[in-house]
C-alpha cells in the first residue's frame, strides 16, 4: 500500500473509499514517543488492516490558551515515526477540517459525567466533552474496523468506551498497557516540558504508585495516607489520589479483586498523570453452560490464546463417575460414600500432544470418561452433595491464585462466584447433538441414532437444571452467547474481546 498524507476530510472519503481493507485507527495529537509508537505497531502486528494515524491537536480539550499554545508541535518528525513504525496513511486535518464554521452536523457531546466528574474531571472541566467531540468526529470520517488507544489515561478510555457502546458504533477499542520511560515514569508528550528537578519529583511520584502495587500484591493491602504524607513531605503538589473500582470510578470496595490506584500532580505549569492496578489474584474465566454447547472446546483454545490454567471441572465429575462404576462402589450409601471421597486424588497433567491428560487416583482416564456410560450417569452422581461439596471445595483450591478459565455448569454460580468473566455458552438442542455424532472423541455418541441423540441431551439438561444442589442456571452477571451460528474460533475471539475489554492490560504482562 502506497503511504500517504491526508489533509482534507474529502481526501479522507477518497482514500476510504479506495482502499481494499478494514482500518486500524490510531488518534494522537503529535509529538510521538514510544509509547505511541507502541500503539501504531501493536496495530500493525495484529492484523492485515490498513493503519491510519491522526495528528491532530484538539482545543476543545485544553481549559488554558497557554497550555494549548505551549502543546509540543513536532509534525516532521511524527509524519518520520508514524510511517517508520507501520502507518500507512496520516491524517493532519486543519481545525477548519475538523469543526467546519457553522455546520450543523458535527455534534459537540458530553460525556456521562458518572466516569467524567471525578479524577481528572475535577479540575479539567469540559476536558472530556471535547475528547468525546473530536473522537467521535473522528470516528464519522474514518469509518475504522479497531480503535487502539493507550491505557495511560484510563479514565479517557472508559470514556471512550462507553461512547463507542451508546453511539453504537461497529467499532472494537483495542488497548495497549501504560509504558514507561527508563526511570519508571508514564511516557507523555507533556514529559519534554519537565525540568530536571521536575522529572524527579514525578518520578518520585510514580515509584510511590509502583511500590504499593508490589506492595499490595504480597500483602493484599496498602495505605493510601502513608503515601500522601511521603508525596507532601517531598513537597510534591497533589491534585488527586484515590482508589477506585477501575470501570466504574466509584470508591474501591474490600470485595474489589482488581482495583485503581489513580493520580494527578503538578509540577511546575506541567500537570501529570498516573495509575497502578491493584489486584489481588489473578482474573478467572467463568464458562458454563449445558451439555455439547462447545464448553470445552472454546475454553481451551481460550486458556491456550491468553495463557490461563484450563479447569475442566466436567472432567473431574465424569473421572469421579468413572471410578465409583470400576470399583463398583454404592455411591446411595452416604458413609460409603464419604470415606471413598476422603481418599480421591484428581490432577491434570500436560501430554506430549500439548493437552490435558485427567487422573484419578493415578489412572490417566482422558478417553475413558467420554463413553456414552459415563455421560448417562455423570449428572446423577454430580447432584449428590457430598460430591458437589468435595469437588466444589477441590476447584476452589485449585482458583485460589487465579489465573484460569474454568468450564462446567456451576462455575459462575457456585464454584467462582466472584469471577471478572462469566460466560453462559449454548446452543439449540439441534446444533448440540449434530456436534456430539461429529465428535471423535466419542465414539458412543457417533453409534447413536440423532433422534436417541436429542432425547438423551433433553433429559441431561432437565437433570442439570433441576437438580437440588447447584443446578445449572444463567448467573446474574453472565454474558450469554448461542454459538449455533459461530465457528469455533468466532466463539473464542468473541470471549477474548470480552475479556480484554474487563481486564486491564496491565494486569496481564
Known sequence: MKKIIIRKTEEMENWRRNINSEINFIPTMGNLHNGH???????????????????????LQFDNKIDLENYPKTIDNDIKI????????????????????????????????????????????????????????????INPKNLYLGEKDWQQLLILKNLVLTKKLNIAIKSIPTQRDFDGIPLSSRNVHLSKKERKLIRFFSNELLEAKKIFQQEKKFCLTEILKKLSAEKISIEYLEHLHPHTLQKAKSEDNISLLAGAIRCGETRLIDHVFLMKRKPIIAIDGPAGS????????????????????GAMYRAL????????????????????LKNISIVFKSNDN???????????????????????????????????????????KIGESGGLVAE???????????????IFLTASIDERAKRRKSDKNSKDSQNIELDTLKELIKKRDFEDSNREISPLVKANDA???ITDKYSIDEVVDKIIDLYNDKIPKDTQI
Not at 462447545?294 to 471441572?313: E, F, P, R
Open 479 to 481: 454474558i450469554e452467547i
Open 408 to 422: 462446567g455448569r456451576d462455575i459462575g454460580t457456585t464454584v467462582f462466584p466472584y469471577a471478572e468473566l462469566k
Open 82 to 141: 508514524s510511517f517508520a513504525n507501520g502507518a500507512d496513511a496520516i491524517f493532519i486535518p486543519s481545525i477548519e477540517d475538523i469543526y467546519p464554521p457553522n455546520n450543523e452536523n458535527i455534534k459537540f457531546l458530553k460525556a456521562p459525567l458518572e466516569l467524567s466528574s471525578s479524577l481528572c474531571g475535577l479540575n479539567r472541566i469540559g476536558h472530556f466533552d471535547g475528547v468525546c467531540t473530536v473522537v467521535y468526529r473522528l470516528l464519522s470520517l
Open 321 to 340: 463417575s468413572w471410578l465409583l462404576i470400576k470399583e463398583n462402589i454404592d455411591y446411595t450409601k452416604e458413609k460409603i460414600l464419604q470415606n471413598i
Open 354 to 396: 500439548s493437552h490435558q491428560d485427567v487422573f484419578i487416583n493415578n489412572n490417566c482416564v482422558t478417553k475413558e470418561i467420554r463413553s456414552q456410560e459415563i455421560s448417562s450417569i455423570v449428572s446423577k452422581i454430580s447432584s449428590i452433595k457430598e460430591v458437589r461439596k468435595f469437588l466444589v471445595e477441590e476447584q476452589r
Open 294 to 313: 462447545g464448553k470445552s472446546t472454546v475454553t481451551k483454545l481460550i486458556a491456550k490464546k491468553l495463557k490461563l490454567l484450563y479447569l475442566d471441572t
Open 37 to 59: 509508537i507502541k500503539l501504531i505497531s501493536t496495530a500493525k502486528k495484529d492484523n492485515s488492516n490498513a493503519n491510519l494515524v491522526s495528528i491532530f491537536i484538539n482545543p
